[in-house]
């Protein structure tokens, strides 16, 4: 029985006595729990105040002291666990002094085990309040177990940086300036290092200087988006890193312009030609596909048209309409197809013929920033698995959390939980670096 019990309870604890154990279902706080009946008894060696070993008796017992143990639920009830600790007297000292157990820590009533399920849990996008409700605690114990266990794996910055990191930004707490925290993490393991209140330049330079020189020197390849701050802080903080601009963030800004001429040309038509305007309205996705995905062969009734289409025809019929779209159409997916293909002096070759198409002033700003940050796009096409795809997914995991918490007032709170989420149960390498020349 006695066997039985602990290995429920997965107690490995050889000085707890459950010979006389009862289980007993008693209605807690309005809930039905389990309570559970032990004693804690063993023959000390010394006594912890005086350290005098226990010889000739000189250590006796003095009585018991009662203790209410939260454990983790049993049967999906909440579970108690009685505990009956001896207490001891050292003829010595005359100082008295309890039992002492692993299960639980000194002055607490909170198992270990149950504090540990508390930091499982809140690697999940779950509220602590529904933690606290599951675990039977307070949220004011959920929240110091998460403050506790994102200290213990928080990186100082006197530790080492990987090799090749990621830069990005995520919507923060209304207390941070301009509303956005900086984040980054190892490009090769995805594991998040740590977050910054401030995105801000000058904030972030201060932050990456707190690190050796040395580290900062180790670090190969940073990659970020087309914020021009990020520019400045790797020059100044990592200066032999490489700058790798995120692919995803070059097609968007094509694709962005795009979709933007797309919507003045339907505007010009919202009174003059109604059927044509509901027609760049309904089918505005099929501009924004690449031509190969579009058929040419496969013909069937589409709304709006009376005739059968294919999908192809209906991007030609809405581009004929205007000279501008059809030019920033064409050089938008020329310039995706080069970036996919990883052709650099296509890609070059595109931009320097620009000036000749009448393209928008958009996608000449668009263009022009290319330009700009050409030898930043040619190291993005060297190392192409190199991306900042796994921080936006991590980002979409702040998204939420944050929304099924209803939102986060304090920072510290909103980044203690964010490292939880991200960094408590992750593998060590997911994939090595490539690149298609020799590093």
């Known amino acids: 029985m006695k066997h039985f019990i602990l290995s429920l309870l997965q107690i490995k604890e050889n000085n707890i006595d459950c010979t006389n154990t009862t289980v007993e279902e008693i209605s807690h706080k309005g809930i039905k729990s389990l309570f559970i009946t032990a004693k804690l008894t063993y023959i000390p060696t010394h006594c912890p105040d005086c350290g005098c070993m226990n010889a000739e008796y ?25 505990l009956t600790k001896q207490r001891y007297l050292c003829k010595d000292c005359g100082h008295s002094f309890t039992a002492e157990t692993p299960i639980v820590e000194k002055y607490c009533h909170i198992s270990t085990r149950t504090r540990q399920w508390i930091a499982h849990q809140c690697d999940q996008r779950l509220t602590e309040k529904y933690i ?13 177990v998460i403050e506790e266990t994102a200290h213990a794996i928080r990186q100082r910055p006197t530790h080492t940086l990987p090799a090749h990191l990621c830069f990005d930004e995520f919507k923060s707490v209304k207390s941070v300036d301009t509303a956005m925290s900086f984040i980054f993490c190892d490009a090769v393991s995805h594991r998040v290092i740590d977050i910054v209140e401030d995105r801000k330049q000058y904030a ?55 979709n933007r001429t797309r919507i003045q ?25 690449p031509p190969n995905h579009l058929t040419r062969t496969e013909y069937k009734k589409y709304r709006l048209f009376s005739e059968w289409k294919s999908t192809d025809s209906i991007a030609q019929y809405l581009l004929n309409v205007d000279e501008t779209l059809n030019a920033n ?58 991306t900042n795809g796994p921080l936006e997914g991590i980002n979409n995991s702040i998204k939420a959390l944050k929304r099924v918490a209803f939102g986060y007032r304090n920072f510290a709170h909103f980044r203690d939980r964010i490292l939880l989420m991200t960094r408590l149960y992750q593998p060590e390498i997911k994939r090595a670096p490539n690149s298609r020349k020799a590093s």
């Not at 250590?59 to 108690?80: C, D, E, M, Q, Y």
């Not at 675990?135 to 004011?140: E, I, K, L, N, R």
């Not at 040309?265 to 596909?289: G, S, T």
């Not at 064409?330 to 070059?348: I, P, W």
Request: glycine share 2%; proline share 5%; charged share 25%.
């Open 58 to 82: 000189s250590i006796v017992k003095n009585g018991t002291r009662a203790s209410r143990i939260t454990l983790p639920h049993i049967s999906g009830l909440p579970a108690f666990l009685k």
């Open 132 to 144: 606290s409700e599951m675990a039977s605690v307070s949220t004011t114990t959920v929240r110091r």
């Open 204 to 258: 972030l330079t201060r932050y990456f200087l707190r690190y050796d020189r040395s580290v900062r020197h180790k670090v190969k390849t940073v990659t970020v988006d087309m914020y021009a701050p990020y520019f400045h802080v790797i020059q100044a903080c990592f200066p032999k890193a490489k700058i790798i601009i995120d692919k995803f963030h070059l097609v968007q800004a094509l694709n962005r312009e795009l």
């Open 265 to 289: 040309v339907m505007n010009q038509y919202r009174h003059r030609d109604r059927p044509l305007y509901n027609k760049f309205k309904r089918y505005w996705k099929l501009l924004l596909k």
């Open 329 to 386: 159409y064409d050089y938008a997916h020329a310039l995706s197809d080069a970036l996919r293909q990883g052709h650099m002096e296509q890609f070059k070759a595109l931009i320097q013929t620009s000036h000749a198409a009448p393209l928008s002033p958009g996608m000449r700003r668009v263009l022009r920033t290319f330009k700009k940050y050409a030898p930043h796009i040619e190291q993005t096409l060297h190392y192409p698995k190199l």
